[in-house]
């Protein structure tokens, strides 16, 4: 299995328009975040999750060439308003509609930004078309299982998924966006090689975890190595050793792993 970050930031992006503090200047590549976003692939399954207002950018630098399947976590703009350029994906499924996948509400967001690409087949190529499906709590194909709960995020729910390969057996699981994990989410990642986890900053938060609720929900799920994200300019990758314990660390756009 291969996890490619295209995007680490928050809804504002770092750096932040019209800031001039010492993260939002700094030169150091893994402090220049864009909104965050992820693409797995399973044994060349290409499943992408969310798509930024910077998708095209991510997806020609980290040079994404294929996706099978999309899933939106939620219908919030910095998730979900680079979905248009999913066209080219399109495009090169010969025009048939990709596979979409969300919960309730983040269909009903899809449906009102783009009702042209509600269809089975593109209108003309250089068109999207989206095939709508509500998310499951399993997912499976033949190159593994894409398992989801819901998570808490202000007024809504985010999609937390849990990727698990067929040949490997390796398990990643991604919470973005969350206030908190409840119960069946802890249960539902523990056993995962690489856990990742919203962890926006060190201050609290009304609708996303800090760290430091962040690294209580770590220690409880326990998997080898945990990845932070959503990250606002109030993190530098510099107050990585000084915040985190030694299995947690700080995500950052064009991080690559392989598990297995």
Same mark, same amino acid.
């Given at each position: 299995?291969?996890?490619?970050?295209?995007?680490?930031?928050?809804?504002?992006?770092?750096?932040?328009?019209?800031?001039?503090?010492?993260?939002?200047?700094?030169?150091?590549?893994?402090?220049?975040?864009?909104?965050?976003?992820?693409?797995?692939?399973?044994?060349?399954?290409?499943?992408?999750?969310?798509?930024?207002?910077?998708?095209?950018?991510?997806?020609?630098?980290?040079?994404?060439?294929?996706?099978?399947?999309?899933?939106?976590?939620?219908?919030?703009?910095?998730?979900?308003?680079?979905?248009?350029?999913?066209?080219?994906?399109?495009?090169?499924?010969?025009?048939?509609?990709?596979?979409?996948?969300?919960?309730?509400?983040?269909?009903?967001?899809?449906?009102?930004?783009?009702?042209?690409?509600?269809?089975?087949?593109?209108?003309?190529?250089?068109?999207?078309?989206?095939?709508?499906?509500?998310?499951?709590?399993?997912?499976?194909?033949?190159?593994?299982?894409?398992? *989801?709960?819901?998570?808490?995020?202000?007024?809504?729910?985010?999609?937390?998924?849990?990727?698990?390969?067929? *040949?490997?057996?390796?398990?990643?699981?991604?919470?973005?966006?969350?206030?908190?994990?409840? !119960?069946? !989410?802890?249960?539902?990642?523990?056993?995962?090689?690489?856990?990742?986890?919203?962890?926006?900053?060190?201050?609290?938060?009304?609708?996303?975890?800090?760290?430091?609720?962040?690294?209580?929900?770590?220690?409880?799920?326990?998997?080898?190595?945990?990845?932070?994200?959503?990250?606002?300019?109030?993190?530098?990758?510099?107050?990585?050793?000084?915040?985190?314990?030694?299995?947690?660390?700080?995500?950052?756009?064009?991080?690559?792993?392989?598990?297995?």
């Amino acid at each position: 299995m291969e996890v490619i970050f295209l995007g680490t930031g928050t809804s504002h992006g770092v750096p932040m328009i019209a800031c001039d503090c010492a993260v939002c200047t700094s030169t150091k590549p893994r402090d220049r975040r864009m909104r965050a976003s992820i693409h797995v692939v399973m044994d060349g399954l290409h499943i992408q999750v969310d798509a930024a207002p910077e998708f095209r950018l991510q997806c020609v630098r980290e040079k994404i060439s294929r996706i099978d399947h999309f899933i939106l976590t939620h219908g919030h703009a910095d998730h979900i308003v680079g979905m248009d350029d999913l066209r080219r994906f399109c495009d090169l499924r010969e025009g048939v509609a990709l596979p979409v996948y969300s919960t309730d509400e983040g269909l009903g967001r899809i449906l009102s930004i783009y009702p042209y690409a509600i269809l089975e087949r593109a209108i003309s190529k250089g068109y999207a078309a989206f095939q709508l499906q509500l998310m499951p709590g399993l997912l499976e194909f033949p190159q593994g299982t894409i398992a *989801s709960t819901l998570l808490p995020h202000g007024g809504v729910n985010t999609l937390g998924l849990v990727f698990t390969e067929r *040949s490997s057996g390796r398990k990643f699981a991604y919470y973005t966006d969350c206030k908190r994990v409840p !119960a069946e !989410a802890l249960d539902l990642a523990r056993g995962a090689d690489v856990m990742v986890l919203d962890g926006l900053r060190p201050a609290e938060h009304p609708t996303h975890m800090n760290i430091a609720e962040a690294l209580v929900a770590a220690t409880e799920i326990d998997a080898p190595i945990t990845y932070l994200t959503h990250l606002t300019h109030a993190v530098s990758q510099d107050d990585e050793t000084r915040l985190l314990p030694p299995n947690v660390r700080f995500a950052y756009d064009g991080l690559r792993l392989t598990l297995g």
